[in-house]
C-alpha cells in the first residue's frame, strides 16, 4: 500500500512540476507575442498617445516593445526549451543527454581515484611513524584531516568540549600507530555510566578524589573519604591509581587533560557533572568514507601531531 501511494504520489508531483513549467514559460511567451505591437498610431508629428500611466511627473508613453529586446525574450524561451530537452529539469524526465549531477560526481570521483589511487597505494606500504616524517604526505593528509576530521577535533587538531586534543600525548585509547588505525577503522563508543545512586555526599566526595589525583583537590578530608568510594566504583575502569585503561578508553585522571571541561567551567563542576549525568563518546569509523589508503595517511598525519616538539 505505501509503494502504491509513493509511486502514485511521485508520478503526480512529476506531472505536476512538467505543467506548471511549460505552463509558465508559454503564458509569458504568449504574453510577451501578445503585446509585442500597439494599435496605437504616431500622429503626424510622432507623438504617441501615453497609456494613462504617471509616476511623479512622467507618462508611460503607449510603444511597442523594442525589436531587440523582443528577439532576446525570444531567444531566452527557445533557450529554455532546449535546455529542458537536454537536461534533468521536466519531473522524471532525464533530459535526452542522461546527464545527472550524480553521474557526473561519479565520473569526477573515478578520474581521481583513478589518478591518485597509485599515490596513495605508495604512501600505504610507507611505515607510519616514517610516513610522518615526509613534508609532501603530510600535506595531502593535512588536506583530508580538514575535510573530514576538523568537523570535531578542530583545524588546529586540538580539540574541543567533548573532542580529543590529538596533539598531546594523553590518548584514550593508546597513541601506538596499530591503534590509532583502528580507531580511524573501527571507530570509538566510549560510556561513563550516571552515578547519581551515591548521593550528593559521595559524589562530592569522589569528585575531589579525582582532583586529587592531578593534585587539584579543593578539599583534602573530603578527598580522603572519597578514596574508598572511588576504589570500589571507579576503579575497575580507571584502574586504583586512577592512570585509567587505554582498552576500555578510560581517561587518565592523573593528567590534566579533561575532555569535557568548558571554558567557563571549574574543574570541580565539569568532574561532578560527569558524576552525576555519565558521558557518552562516539567517534564514527572512518575507513568506510575515506577507504583504507587515506587512513594510513591521516594516522600518520596525527602520529606526527602528538610528537612534536
Keep these: 500500500m505505501n509503494n502504491f501511494w509513493g509511486d502514485s504520489l511521485s508520478s503526480f508531483w512529476s506531472v505536476w512540476i512538467i505543467v506548471i513549467t511549460l505552463g509558465t514559460i508559454g503564458i509569458s511567451a504568449w504574453l510577451l507575442f501578445a503585446n509585442r505591437k500597439t494599435d496605437k498610431t504616431p500622429d503626424a508629428e510622432g507623438n504617441v498617445d501615453t497609456t494613462g500611466h504617471a509616476a511623479d511627473g512622467i507618462e508611460e508613453y503607449d510603444n511597442p516593445l523594442p525589436r531587440w529586446w523582443f528577439q532576446l525574450y525570444v531567444g531566452t524561451v527557445i533557450f529554455s526549451l532546449g535546455y529542458l530537452v537536454l537536461y534533468p529539469g521536466l519531473g522524471n524526465f532525464s533530459g535526452l543527454l542522461g546527464w545527472s549531477q550524480e553521474s557526473q560526481w561519479e565520473e569526477e570521483v573515478a578520474r581521481a581515484e583513478e589518478r591518485f589511487a597509485p599515490i596513495f597505494a605508495q604512501y600505504q606500504e610507507v611505515p607510519i611513524p616514517e610516513l610522518s616524517q615526509d613534508g609532501e604526505a603530510m600535506?595531502?593528509?593535512e588536506r583530508i584531516f580538514l575535510n573530514n576530521c576538523a568537523i570535531c577535533h578542530g583545524s588546529n587538531a586540538k580539540g574541543g568540549y567533548g573532542f580529543p586534543n590529538l596533539t598531546d600525548d594523553a590518548w584514550l585509547y593508546g597513541g601506538a600507530p596499530e591503534n590509532i588505525v583502528q580507531t580511524l577503522n573501527n571507530g570509538r563508543n566510549g560510556l561513563m555510566p550516571s552515578w547519581q545512586q551515591l548521593g550528593s555526599e559521595n559524589i562530592e566526595n569522589v569528585t575531589q578524589h579525582v582532583l586529587s589525583l592531578s593534585g587539584n583537590a579543593e578539599d583534602a578530608e573530603r578527598a580522603e573519604q572519597g578514596a574508598s568510594v572511588f576504589a570500589s566504583v571507579c576503579a575497575a575502569c580507571h584502574m586504583p591509581d586512577g592512570t585509567g585503561n587505554q582498552a576500555l578508553g578510560a581517561p587518565n585522571l592523573t593528567d590534566d587533560a579533561w575532555l569535557y571541561r568548558a571554558p567557563d567551567q571549574s574543574l570541580a563542576d565539569s568532574v561532578r557533572q560527569t558524576l552525576r549525568n555519565g558521558r557518552n563518546g562516539h567517534m564514527p569509523a572512518q575507513a568506510a568514507y575515506i577507504g583504507e589508503d587515506k587512513v594510513h595517511l591521516v594516522a600518520a598525519y596525527v602520529y606526527g601531531l602528538s610528537r612534536q616538539d
Design 139 to 141: 600535506q595531502v593528509a
